[in-house]
């Protein structure tokens, strides 16, 4: 048997953190109990303040050296962080990780984001998702349709497209319903009564959908019409290229 352990960890990116371990870990399926891609093997949590981040996506960078991207950005370079793990396995399938468990690493400071690492990093965890367009004209509902590609898999959209579908998910997502990020979501429902503060929720609204990676900034214009039915429009300046996508939606009647 051959034993496993943490050796060290880097931020690569304000995201990524890279692990390098003492050997080969099993890395064959990212749904196994202890397979080095499962993101459920490892926690990631930052010292200063005992956040425990969200690893949501695993990638192998060699043999013994691991990306681990986290749905929050860490803290700045000053600010130590840990990863760890107790389940991970060696490359027998068999072997539990021992000590070092865990390993510590600092922050990302602002010149670090410069670096071919890191770039590397954002290539590789590039946002996409399904694509789903609208159903059918005459369809009252945000509901999608899955589009195959001629090679018979399903077709992934990224960049604007998919920054509006983001946004509106966060639009409509009641707080709590994604268990792994609790702060998640605005809860505007079709056709259900919307907070009276607008002032208060154009802000919520601009603080939510700027946590989305790709986001540089968010402003949100809330109108409502003489039936009392509100609008809410958002102008979304993308990081990478600068772009601006808009976004409307109209949630229901305001209280």
């Given at each position: 048997?051959?034993?496993?352990?943490i050796?060290?960890?880097?931020?690569?990116?304000?995201?990524?953190?890279?692990?390098?371990l003492?050997?080969?870990?099993?890395?064959?399926?990212?749904?196994?109990?202890?397979?080095?891609?499962?993101?459920g093997?490892?926690v990631?949590?930052?010292?200063?303040?005992?956040?425990?981040?969200?690893?949501?996506?695993?990638?192998?960078?060699?043999?013994?050296?691991?990306?681990?991207?986290?749905?929050?950005?860490?803290?700045?370079?000053?600010?130590?962080?840990q990863?760890?793990?107790?389940?991970l396995l060696?490359?027998?399938?068999?072997?539990v990780?021992?000590?070092?468990?865990?390993?510590t690493?600092?922050?990302?400071?602002?010149?670090?984001?410069?670096?071919?690492?890191?770039?590397?990093?954002?290539?590789?965890?590039?946002?996409?998702?399904?694509?789903?367009?609208?159903?059918?004209?005459?369809?009252?509902?945000?509901?999608?349709?899955l589009?195959?590609?001629?090679?018979?898999d399903?077709?992934?959209?990224e960049?604007?497209?998919?920054?509006?579908?983001?946004?509106?998910?966060?639009?409509?997502?009641?707080?709590?319903?994604?268990?792994?990020?609790?702060?998640y979501?605005i809860g505007?429902?079709?056709?259900?009564?919307?907070?009276?503060?607008?002032?208060?929720?154009?802000?919520e609204?601009e603080?939510?959908?700027?946590?989305?990676?790709?986001?540089?900034?968010?402003?949100?214009?809330?109108?409502?019409?003489?039936?009392?039915?509100?609008?809410?429009?958002?102008?979304?300046t993308?990081?990478?290229?600068?772009?601006?996508v808009?976004?409307?939606?109209?949630?229901?009647?305001?209280?």
């Open positions: 048997m051959t034993a496993i352990s050796s060290s960890a880097l931020a690569i990116s304000t995201n990524t953190v890279r692990v390098t003492s050997s080969e870990p099993q890395h064959q399926d990212s749904a196994a109990d202890g397979d080095a891609l499962n993101a093997t490892w990631v949590e930052r010292l200063d303040s005992d956040l425990e981040f969200n690893v949501i996506g695993v990638a192998q960078f060699d043999i013994t050296n691991f990306d681990l991207l986290t749905y929050e950005p860490f803290g700045p370079f000053l600010v130590s962080h990863v760890s793990s107790v389940s060696a490359a027998d399938g068999t072997t990780i021992s000590s070092p468990t865990s390993a690493f600092a922050g990302v400071a602002a010149s670090a984001l410069a670096t071919p690492e890191a770039k590397a990093a954002t290539r590789r965890f590039a946002v996409r998702d399904i694509s789903n367009p609208p159903a059918p004209a005459g369809l009252d509902s945000l509901a999608g349709t589009v195959i590609g001629p090679g018979g399903y077709v992934n959209e960049g604007p497209a998919l920054i509006r579908k983001l946004a509106i998910r966060r639009l409509i997502t009641r707080p709590g319903e994604f268990f792994w990020a609790p702060d979501g505007l429902g079709e056709k259900e009564p919307v907070p009276a503060n607008l002032v208060a929720l154009a802000a609204i603080r939510q959908i700027g946590q989305e990676p790709e986001v540089e900034t968010a402003r949100a214009d809330l109108t409502e019409d003489a039936s009392g039915i509100l609008t809410v429009q958002v102008r979304i993308l990081k990478k290229t600068g772009q601006q808009d976004v409307s939606y109209a949630p229901g009647v305001r209280l």
